[in-house]
């Protein structure tokens, strides 16, 4: 028993020394930021769920990988619960891929999408003529960070700059890395100006008022994964909540993984030009082209006597009738 109690303080006394000393949080907190800025690849998955009081559930997951500081990504999500509009409620589950390329390009497909009962924007026989296959939208101008579509190193970042660490659990492990592990909450304030800083040069900027006026009905508290020797976010974790107007809840989970390791992506060879009016022919094919002729009467064989005949006093003034007509 006392052999035993030996190997088990020198086993503590070991890992205590392997680990080192700890750094105080604002330390670890600006070395991570400083190392999502210098972050060109990694892999990532996500997870993340919204319930509202109308009943409505979804739950989503991300499979992907970011290159060139996240000017670049792909990823593979799955969707699935149901959502209400109105007295209707729907339920959903599909699959699609994402594909941005250098913040200005971005392609879409649909691999699947069930809807049940359909929506009326959403026709089965549109979504089976728009999947499987490789859609470029027309962006004119580049993704802004703020609104970018994949949690790329300006997130990672984010979490560094705009946290207060309510409470440390010290140095764990995650993934096979020696991890700080943080309880976070929001400074709602910075969050509003690192958005608007984000934003800065793009054609819609943030309102960092706007943005603090938004966010204050909400309650974001989190966790964080931080790698003890190169500073890289391993995990991030985020719970967030509104009362009123009406209740909702979430919540997001992102692990990375290959820090500067990631594969190599390339964006799909073969695409077509999404177009909105693909919607309005249940996506199988543009409308025939506007024909300005059509209202043109120069442009029809009519002739003269074909021509209705009407009143000069009606023609003098357009809210009269006709004397032929009957009075209202």
């Known amino acids: 028993m006392r052999r035993l109690l030996l190997y088990g303080s020198l086993a503590l006394v070991l890992t205590a020394c392997i680990r080192g000393p700890q750094l105080p949080p604002e330390e670890v907190l600006q070395n991570a930021s400083r190392a999502s800025q210098e972050l060109e690849s990694a892999r990532f998955t996500a997870k993340g769920e919204i319930d509202s009081a109308d009943d409505s559930a979804l739950r989503i997951t991300l499979d992907g990988t970011l290159q060139n500081g996240g000017r670049q990504s792909e990823f593979t999500a799955t969707v699935n619960g149901n959502f209400s509009q109105g007295v209707a409620s729907h339920a959903i589950n599909g699959s699609f891929a994402v594909f941005v390329a250098l913040e200005h390009e971005l392609f879409l497909k649909l691999n699947a999408l069930n809807i049940e009962p359909p929506h009326p924007l959403l026709q089965t026989q549109m979504l089976t003529n728009l999947t499987g296959r490789w859609w470029k939208m027309q962006e004119e101008e580049p993704l802004s960070p703020a609104s970018s579509v994949t949690p790329d190193p300006s997130l990672l970042r984010a979490q560094a700059e705009i946290v207060h660490v309510s409470k440390s659990h ?55 994964w931080i790698d003890a020797e190169n500073f890289m ?61 059509l209202f043109d009467p120069a442009s029809r064989d009519v002739s003269a006597d074909e021509m209705p005949e009407y009143d000069e006093v009606w023609l003098d003034d357009p809210l009269s009738a006709p004397p032929d007509l009957p009075s209202s």
């Not at 096979?176 to 910075?190: A, F, S």
Request: avoid cysteine; charged fraction near 25%; charge should be negative.
């Open 170 to 224: 010290g140095l764990k492990t995650l993934n096979g890395r020696t991890v700080y592990h943080y309880d976070v909450t929001v400074d709602k304030e910075k969050l509003a100006a690192f958005l608007a800083k984000l934003s800065e040069g793009s054609e819609e900027p943030v309102d960092a008022d706007a943005v603090l006026r938004w966010i204050s009905d909400y309650d974001p508290t989190g966790e964080l």
């Open 233 to 293: 976010v391993h995990r991030l974790l985020w719970h967030v909540s509104r009362k009123e107007p009406e209740p909702l809840s979430g919540s997001v989970q992102v692990d990375f993984f290959d820090h500067n390791a990631a594969p190599q992506i390339s964006p799909p060879a073969e695409f077509e030009l999404f177009s909105p009016m693909l919607m309005l022919q249940g996506g199988t094919g543009l409308p025939p082209a506007f024909d300005p002729d």
